[in-house]
């Protein structure tokens, strides 16, 4: 399963992050966000309902659309998240035992992690995708430096990035980004139309050559 994810990361390079949405709504977003083309998507374990929530998006999301877990930052979070049905896991920091669990149970994992020391420390234990976050605290400059001491760094912006500030992430070598905000929040009562609506913008930037 992780060559499938590094597969999708590569292809699709748009990772939604839900964070303490509602079950009963979480059918429509799903089919809204996967209507504007999204393909990989993360629950966020934050929530004492959250792991409920990924085992309902499993069963929910449709067989091309690959579900994560996030936040995930004990080995007992990467059990229950895998039992729940995650395919790849996410964390917001160099979190070695979560990192562990998803090399020896062939999951994907999408490692956070911030200075040069987090990242070396990261792809030494087998992260092969880096989340950089908090992404906005940093900004695009950040990016294109770290590129230089890694050039092979494929690297996902994450935290304070959407369709409006993305683009000069890509141009600083980033290769995708982690969204939350607009992609969790929206309305059922119009079918998650501006969720939607931001996740096609995402889409089109990441698809500018």
């Known amino acids: 399963m992780s060559a499938v994810f590094d597969a999708a990361v590569r292809r699709h390079r748009l990772v939604a992050i839900l964070r303490g949405v509602k079950r009963a709504s979480l059918a429509a977003r ?12 993360e629950v966020a374990l934050s929530e004492p309902t959250a792991l409920a929530a990924l ?6 999301a449709p067989a091309d659309m690959l579900v994560g877990a996030g936040t995930v930052t004990t080995r007992e979070l990467a059990e229950a ?13 160099v979190a070695l035992p979560t990192i562990a669990y998803a090399r020896e149970h062939d999951l994907g994992v999408l490692a956070g992690a911030l200075t040069p020391t987090d ?8 992260a092969r995708f880096i989340k950089l976050f908090p992404a ?3 900004g695009p400059d950040y990016v294109k430096a770290l ?10 912006a994450v935290g304070g990035v ?9 141009r600083a070598g980033a290769i995708g980004a ?19 609506a931001e996740a096609r913008a995402l889409l089109q930037v990441l698809d500018r050559p």
């Open 30 to 41: 799903v089919a809204a966000l996967h209507g504007a083309g999204v393909r990989l998507i």
């Open 55 to 60: 085992e309902d998006l499993v069963r929910l």
């Open 81 to 93: 998240a895998h039992r729940a049905g995650a395919t790849f896991l996410v964390t917001p920091h």
């Open 119 to 126: 990242i070396a420390t990261a792809r030494e234990a087998g």
């Open 136 to 138: 906005s605290a940093v």
């Open 147 to 156: 590129l230089g001491p890694y050039p092979d760094l494929e690297l996902l």
């Open 162 to 170: 959407g369709s409006a500030n993305l683009a000069p992430y890509l």
């Open 178 to 196: 982690g969204v939350g905000g607009a992609l969790a929040s929206g309305s059922p009562d119009d079918g998650f139309a501006a969720a939607a």
